[in-house]
């Protein structure tokens, strides 16, 4: 018995991380199909009248609609200025370096209380309204840190004669940088994008503060939860979740096959 314990180990670990990370997302799905009356708590019967009218409670789907189009927004702009942020740090040494670089895991280390607060204060204290734009400021300042240590330890992780043969063939730096370099670094920036997009759709805490009267989807649950949260909440959760799923998967099918040729 000892012995297979000890041959099994890995496997009874892997199945208890992957048992605590997918017993929640079950029971979101699960439930998206519960007959509920007020409050979505208690199992009362199996229906899919909630998959087929997901809008059918009230603001829901603006609020759907509002985290969805801050995400892009936000995803955009900080994968575009943390990649750059990024290659300077991994290609160029200058004056001050070590600082950004410490600089940069500052919001990744505060707290996202102190973070909401401080950038509340800001805005309060420029003169802003507080909206949509306000979340989408808020969202791409934390955001950009995790795009610069993804696409950063991708960047290091190259090979750098690659390049140099690419050169040695008289490809000049742009057409090295288009041709070599950038195929080679997407992986990383689409695993940031994909990052940064799922960070500023569930993010709450630092929306709360900075929204002002926008809703959005987290928000939506946050307050829906004090009443009886609905089954098209679970509904839209389960669909993001299988949208995200079938997203990495065809990233995986992809590099496998670039692999093969």
């Known amino acids: 018995m000892i012995t297979w314990f000890r041959k099994n180990l890995i496997r009874i670990y892997m199945v208890l ?3 605590y990370l997918f017993v929640p997302i079950l029971y ?24 087929k009218q997901p809008c059918g409670v009230l603001d829901i789907c603006p609020a759907l609609g509002n985290s969805i189009k801050i995400g892009l927004l936000a995803t955009f702009v900080a994968t575009i200025l943390g990649t750059m942020i990024a290659f300077a740090l991994g290609r160029y040494a200058f004056t001050g370096r070590g600082t950004v670089n410490t600089l940069i ?3 990744m280390a505060s707290p996202e209380l102190v973070l909401g607060a401080s950038l509340l204060t800001i805005f309060l204290n420029l003169g802003f309204n507080l909206g949509f734009w306000t979340i989408v ?12 240590v993804t696409v950063k ?3 290091a992780s190259l090979d750098p004669r690659l390049e140099q043969a690419a050169m040695d063939l008289y490809a000049n730096e742009f057409q090295t940088f288009r041709r070599v370099t950038l195929p080679l670094v997407a992986p990383g920036i689409a695993g940031a994008a ?14 709360n503060f900075n929204s002002g009267n926008v809703n959005t989807f987290p928000k939506f649950v946050y307050i829906s939860a004090q009443r009886g949260l609905p089954a098209a909440a679970n509904v839209i959760g389960s ?3 299988m949208i995200a799923l079938i997203i990495v998967l065809i990233g995986q099918v992809v590099n496998r096959r670039r692999k093969v040729a």
């Open 153 to 155: 330890a991708r960047i």
């Open 105 to 107: 895991f500052l919001p």
């Open 137 to 148: 400021i808020a969202h791409v300042m934390f955001c950009i840190s995790f795009v610069v």
């Open 194 to 207: 994909l990052l940064s997009f799922s960070l500023s759709f569930d993010d709450f805490i630092i929306t």
């Open 17 to 19: 991380g992957f048992t």
């Open 239 to 241: 669909s993001m979740f």
């Open 28 to 51: 979101t799905f699960v439930f998206s199909f519960n007959d509920y009356i007020k409050s979505n708590l208690v199992w009362r019967g199996f229906t899919l009248n909630n998959w």
